[in-house]
Nanobody, 129 residues
Framework: QVQLVESGGGLVQAGGSLRLSCAASGRTVSNYTVGWFRQAPGTEREFVATINWNGAYTYYSDSVKGQGRFGISRDNAKNTVYLQMNSLKSEDTALYCC????????????????????WGQGTQVTVSS
């Protein structure tokens, strides 16, 4: 089993930055695809970004990829995936969760919640305007 623990969330002013971490334990995730999703109250879980096993491929939602606002990266030696968030907006306020999948699915599937087998509990990000 894989356990995922997110950290790095908090309260930040609009225009600020945060870096979220997704630390895996129980098993190495060096050959897993890992994604980030977010969910604001009263809304469905929304895809944010995903990264393949070696970091060669990344994919972002349209809402975060403009002007390089968000960046996903990984350090397989530390069994950790990161989400760097810049130029934060109030609409980025949400619970951010990471998820992992060990299969080899079509790349476009990884924007879907159902593509991931393991999920963390999430870390809250609140952006004040």
């Amino acid at each position: 089993q894989v356990q995922l623990v997110e950290s790095g969330g908090g309260l930040v002013q609009a225009g600020g930055s945060l870096r979220l971490s997704c630390a895996a334990s129980g098993r190495t995730v060096s050959n897993y695809t890992v994604g980030w999703f977010r969910q604001a109250p009263g809304t469905e879980r929304e895809f944010v970004a995903t990264i393949n096993w070696n970091g060669a491929y990344t994919y972002y939602s349209d809402s975060v990829k403009g002007q390089g606002r968000f960046g996903i990266s990984r350090d397989n030696a530390k069994n950790t995936v990161y989400l760097q968030m810049n130029s934060l907006k109030s609409e980025d306020t949400a619970l951010y969760c990471c998820a992992a999948d060990q299969n080899r699915r079509p790349w476009s599937d990884y924007r879907k919640v159902g593509a991931y087998n393991f999920w963390g509990q999430g870390t809250q990000v609140t952006v004040s305007s």
